[in-house]
């Protein structure tokens, strides 16, 4: 476009990038990288128009909304092993819809900008770095389907640096710290934290429980395929106290719902109102709470849902549970590689009793050694040897 090149009417600048906007009502916008395209194309539709014609073939390349909107609904049919559980679905969901709806859905894939794209993704990572890392892998999900299905795009958009996101090391807490926690939950929540901090499930796999997958009789509980991450039935046994605490929690819920854990009203939770409502305010409670009856430093700052997982696994090898049904009651199937990798956490002092054991077995191992040279009891290192 020169500087003297004028604008027909239904033509405009792009408000969210470079191009130029076809708008002639009724057919839907189209964009062009050029002007002289874009004021041809008003001037075709509106000579269709005006010879009755409401409908005309659209642009060959698709938006970045319709590219995602594909991208979504190829995902919602299976991911690349197999059918994705509800969480995966909902993470695609959320992952693409700053591409479907946002500022730059409305472009099409040839007209994007990686420094535009990057620089919103920069800003957006500024203040949520895993939903931006989400986002952006989402993007290039995106790109890599439209171009696998013949569409064109810049190639230089796949190679936006990946946002770094902060590394959270898994934690575990004591049984006390674990009731100190719970005990600072709400009423309708309480049992949901300890329960999870007992069996391992993880958070979601609770919110999602109904009563008929509770068999409170032969106590186990059981979570189907399509709601676990490892996409295989598993069925969870139950010590004494969990059943009672099971029990307690069906006559406590809100009336009316088969959900076992249950919003206050009956509905199903969502992982980020139960973090607003619930989580951190139980944090935020629990340390205080600790940091005026206790004086050792409070263990709930930064602790994630997660890691009532992480808690549950230490637990359960403390109490000398084998590496192999711990994992298999947690949903592994490596006999414990990964439970021993990854979820067994070492305790302050931990390893210096174990040492002291060790220390204790060499002394009593040494109290039969005779000093042959003097004959009589000696001292060494420290060590009483007679």
């Known amino acids: 476009m020169t ?7 239904g033509v405009r600048r792009h408000p969210a990038g470079p191009g130029y906007q076809v708008r002639v009502r009724p057919f839907p916008a189209e964009t062009f990288s050029v002007a ?10 509106r000579r269709m128009r005006a010879v009755g014609i409401r409908h005309a073939p659209r642009s060959a390349t698709p938006t970045l909304a319709e590219a995602a909107a594909s991208l979504l609904a190829r995902k919602r049919v299976a991911g690349k092993r197999g059918p994705l559980t509800a969480k995966g679905i909902k993470h695609w969901d ?3 819809r700053p591409w479907r709806e946002g500022k730059y859905a409305a472009l099409p894939l040839d007209l994007l900008d990686r420094r535009l794209l990057e620089d919103a993704i920069l800003a957006r990572a500024a203040e949520h770095p895993v939903s931006a890392r989400n986002e952006l892998q989402a993007l290039k999900a995106t790109l890599r389907y439209a ?3 013949g569409h064109r795009f810049d190639a230089a958009l796949l190679t936006i640096e990946p946002v ?8 575990a807490l004591t049984a006390d710290e674990l009731e100190h926690l719970a005990a600072h939950a709400p009423s309708y929540a309480f049992r949901l934290v300890l329960l999870a901090g007992t069996t391992g499930n993880r958070i979601n796999e609770l919110f999602t429980l109904t009563d008929d997958r509770l068999d409170l009789a032969g106590r186990t509980m059981t979570i189907p395929p ?5 996409r295989r039935r598993k069925v969870i046994p ?5 059943t009672q605490l099971l029990r307690a929690q069906l006559l406590a819920r809100a009336p009316g719902t088969r959900l076992v854990f249950p919003k206050r009203h009956g509905s199903q939770w969502r992982y980020s109102a139960f973090r607003k409502l619930v989580w951190l305010p139980m944090l935020r409670d629990a340390a205080e709470a600790w940091e005026r009856e206790r004086t050792t430093p409070e263990p709930f700052t930064g602790l994630t849902a997660h890691d009532l997982r992480h808690t549950a696994a230490t637990l359960m090898r403390e109490a000398g549970m084998p590496a192999e049904l711990a994992a298999e009651r947690l949903g592994h199937a490596d006999e414990g590689v990964l439970l021993l990798r990854t979820y067994r956490h070492v305790r302050q002092g931990e390893t210096r009793a174990a040492l002291d054991a060790i220390g204790h077995g060499l002394r009593a191992a040494s109290l039969g050694h005779h000093d042959e040279q003097t004959g009589r009891a000696g001292e060494v ?4 040897v007679r």
């Open 36 to 45: 002289d395209d874009a004021n041809a194309r008003a001037i075709e539709l």
């Open 147 to 149: 171009q696998a299905r």
């Open 238 to 242: 139950l010590t004494d106290e969990e």
């Open 226 to 230: 399509e709601l676990c991450k490892e």
């Open 164 to 171: 770094a996101t902060p590394e959270h090391e898994g934690r």
């Open 3 to 9: 500087a003297n090149t004028a604008l027909v009417p």
């Open 94 to 96: 959320d992952s693409t």
């Open 381 to 384: 290192d420290g060590w009483a």
